[in-house]
């Protein structure tokens, strides 16, 4: 572990705490253009945040310290991952602390955080946001778990730099029978998980229909800045993680020069913009599923991820 | 005035003594619970890092005479149910004193916990049956403390034909085994495994899961768990649950991993799917239940399977020639034993306390205890995180590290470890996911919000001795979360004194890295919180940019839709939390719902009212019991009809039997 990957690792925290709501407001931009609006530009999520952030700190009545710290975790345990994740250079310091594993039990540390406050505030919005927000979780789990472990079998370890670095020698694994299916299902738990189109609406306001909004619907000013800020780096850290492990192009190695870092920063920016894009793009053309509909798009994801598991048993033998 | 006076102050009078004597009752029955484990977890530990102890008493047992021996696989299951007893023991002094124990469970607590010390410390045949037999009358018994209510009783027999039924199994699979070894110590029958047939190993192995899987809860003789743990005073629901069902898990690695062990592929096999099918099934039911000490019951269920589950791995791995591989299996399944009986111990205390405090289970009545019981709800919380299996949390590091066995497993072309190791990956992963929506379920529902009874708003947080009981166990969940190479070492001797199942174990290495041989991954859980830690910090220092141009904060009423208040009422209750599960796993739930709508008499378009009931059984009770219970007594309704009451009958039945005898014997 040299001083540069270190830098690269607490850059990347930075470059997450600044750059998410960019990657978020983009993604409005691209929505709002595709559907004939003007839009409110790129910067509109960070004027959000800075608005809110000033206003006054305002508490409801009857919650508890629960409701008051779950922002905190969640926003924590996100800069966390981005931390650990390879997303400038391989081999972060925090590299060997958590494995992929270990980032996906923070992810959903963070979920719990906030399901929590939901319930803490003791409304039918705060219960039915929670209970709806815990049991997509629940289901979505199962599938990043078997989506982690179809990536692990090459490489033959969970730890994030040790896939990566297995993509990068070995480039044709990509395209994979059970690289591509763990793909597919990667990406629709990561919708899920981040509360997209078609499992959930962001920007609804219809709170019968909410599920991550019905569940902080009782933050307000500097708390609300946080809970949306740690949602858009959530997002922004989940595209970054899902464009290294597939591909891993451009990313400083180990041992980095600042020019291979700095090549790093512009690769994951340039990916990630894609990966935003496209999806924005494509939430214009879906509408929100039925509740009840959303377990049967994460049984299937699942099944992916476990014909994924199995093409690469049974196809890919590792080579060693 | 003075008729009025005079009774009340003669109740004070008797009222004086009789507190005292409780009072010291309790704390005795407390002490000898604590001084016992205290003992149970010196012998244990010192068990572990020595050689094996041997201690025999001829005269105590005629013919067969006592025998212990004291090796590290015993130790460890020693060591644990002594560390449960110790928190429990301190707790029982105030929660016998709260909850007006009689006399008579007091008495037996300390037994039933020297039951469970002598169990993994039996050497042979009786002394095991013995151990095992004190074991389970003990916990009968408490499970009968409160006896005055029917639900108790009707427990109280289930467990009592259960427990019994998977004893019979037990007795006659040890009873195959010594008879085919010769000999009654378990010494003597490890040395005769291998010349025995292959239809009585087979034999040996079925009886033996299905006795002691029955005492971990396994499907599908868990039934009895989710009926006596709830009913159970709540310091003996801890110990049943946290060690006794322990006792089962230590019967299947003596008899099927040790002693009988390296078996065959299918006795792995069937292991893991006995395991995962009771891991998701345990989960699905927790998931759902509204009644808390059913819920965390459910989840012992759950936490037996993934315990299972591992030994199951550990099994086929060494009968597949990965042993170490296996190594890492075993490690995940001993350190998760460990861990669940810490959060366990700890959910089940706090569950007590909460009991204690509003005489309510049922967490549709429960909510705002965590203003009124503070101490008991940051208590609650750590065993739920731990029972969640989150990172911070301490059923973490075994599940990962049961993980890394499962996805680490070589596939070179063995067709049956690449469908049974993804499958297994699903099936645990669906139950920590699962897991984690019914912890935050008992937790959310129960201890935040607001109360939704009256019991629940008039909750007082408990006394000292509880608190310091539930303190205890909330450590230990501290260590297995943040700092597991504390029982490393423990863990390693055991798992040496365990060479049937495991191979290299100087390669497994829980330090402050979590290292595991052959694996190119690793866990560090103390580095982990701290960096976390540094993550809430920093998240926290950005929410405070612009804090000066603030307003001073404010408290105002929640958002009511524009209505005038919101009642307690309007909250979401633990049934509406869980029904979207419920609704998604309908197939295997069967929930029996009802809908009765009355109409006006005038028209049937206009709606009086709706009556909705849903009620959520056992499926595998339903489907797999009421034959078999319909079945017996049908059976008993027609042995009935021999025995009339009629003397003159039943010495003709004495004759034709002596005459039977007679015919056989000539």
Known sequence: MSALSIVAAVLQVVVVLVGAPFVVGGM???RARLEGRAGGGVGQPWRDLRKQLRKQQVTPRGTTLVFAVAPAIAAGTTLL??????????????????????????????????TLAGLDTGTAFGGMGS???????????????????????????ANLSAIVSATLDNPGQVFSLGSVLAFVALVIVIIAETGRLPVDNPSTHLELTMIHEAMVLEYAGPKLALVEWASGMRLTVLLALLANLFLPWGIAGADPSLLAVLIGVVAIAVKVSVLAGLLAAGEVFI????????????????LLALLAVTASYFLATPTR | MTTTVLPAAAAELGEGPRTARLAREAIASGLATTLLGALGLVLGVVAIFGPTRHL???????????RFDVDPLGGLFIAVTGAVAVAVGIYTVGYAQREHWARFPMVVLPLFVAGMLLVPAAGSVPTFLLAWELMAAASLVLVLSEHNRGAVRFAGVFYAVMTQLGFVMILLALVLLSAAAGGDAFTTIAAHADDMSAGTRTAVFVLTVLGFGSKAGLLPLHAWLPKAHPEAPSPVSALMSAAMVNM?????????????????QWWGLTLMILGAVSAVFGVLQATVATDLKRLLAYSTTENMGLVTLALGTASLLSASGAPDVAAIAMTAALLHVLAHAAFKTLAFLAAGSVLAATGLRDLDKLGGLARRMPVTTVMFGIGALGASGLPMGA?????WILFQSLIHSPPDGNTLLALAMPLSVGAVALTTGLGIASM?????????ARPRSVAAEDARESPMSMLTGMGLAAAACAVFAFWPALVAPALRGVLDALPEVGGDTAGVQLATFLRLPGIDGSLSPALLAVALAAGVLLAFAASRWGARHRPAPVEVPLWACGAETLSPRMQYTATSFAEPLQRVFDNVLRPDTDVEVTHFAESQYLVEKVTFTTRLADPVEQRLYTPVVGAVIALAQTVRRAHNGSVHLYLLYGAIGLLVVLLVAQ
């Not at chain 1, 981005?82 to 996906?104: E, K, M, N, R, T």
């Not at chain 2, 935050?440 to 935040?448: E, Q, S």
């Open chain 1, 28 to 30: 409005r931009q691209v």
């Open chain 1, 81 to 114: 991952i981005a931390a650990i994740l390879p997303i400038f250079a391989l081999g972060s310091p925090l590299d060997s602390v958590a494995d992929l594993f270990g980032v996906v039990g923070l992810l959903f540390l963070g979920t719990v955080a906030l």
């Open chain 1, 131 to 157: 209970s709806r927000e815990i049991t997509i979780a629940a289901l979505v789990e199962p599938t990043i778990l078997l989506a982690v472990f179809a990536l692990s079998i090459p490489g033959q370890s």
């Open chain 1, 287 to 302: 509408a929100k599923l039925r509740y009840f509909r959303v377990p049967e798009l994460l049984s299937g994801s699942f």
């Open chain 2, 56 to 66: 025999r008493i001829d005269w105590l047992l005629p013919l067969a005479g006592v």
């Open chain 2, 248 to 264: 089962g898990i230590y019967g299947i690695i003596r008899i099927d991993l040790q002693i009988l062990g390296p078996g065959p």
């Open chain 2, 395 to 399: 059923g973490f590091v075994s599940e």
């Open chain 2, 440 to 448: 935050v379920k008992a937790f959310g529902v129960g201890f935040l």
